[in-house]
């Protein structure tokens, strides 16, 4: 079994900044691949970015230029750095794991930007 547990995430201001946290434990490889994806109520859950167990990175184009991705350099926790965050950055964001054909969730955190 694989645990997630998310922090960081609330409310800013258009122009601030704001940083996730996402912590994994439970039987792990190191080959994962761990992200953040984003849902709006009705739609569907989009990803933001990604990194695998080496440390590529991987962004969405609404994100790129904005968004750091990076992990612990030990452990299995990714943070994302979110800067120039504008008011459609309002979301649920879920962090993900993949490994071995499997995908974890987070239970989700909300960000709202505010203008």
């Known amino acids: 079994q694989v645990q997630l547990v998310e922090s960081g995430g609330g409310l800013a201001q258009a122009g601030g900044s704001l940083r996730l946290s996402c912590a994994a434990s439970?039987?792990?490889?190191?080959?994962?691949?761990m992200g953040w994806y984003r849902q709006d109520p009705g739609n569907q859950r989009e990803l933001v970015a990604t990194?695998?167990?080496?440390?590529?990175?991987n962004y969405a184009d609404s994100v790129k230029g904005r968004f750091t991705i990076s992990r612990a350099r030990t452990g299995n926790t990714v943070y994302l750095q979110m800067n120039s965050l504008k008011v459609e950055d309002t979301d649920i964001y879920y962090c993900?794991?993949?490994?071995?054909?499997?995908?974890?969730w987070g239970q989700g955190t909300q960000i709202t930007v505010s203008s």
């Open positions: 993900k794991l993949k490994q071995r054909g499997l995908d974890y």
């Open positions: 439970g039987r792990l490889w190191p080959s994962w691949v």
């Open positions: 990194i695998t167990f080496r440390g590529d990175p």
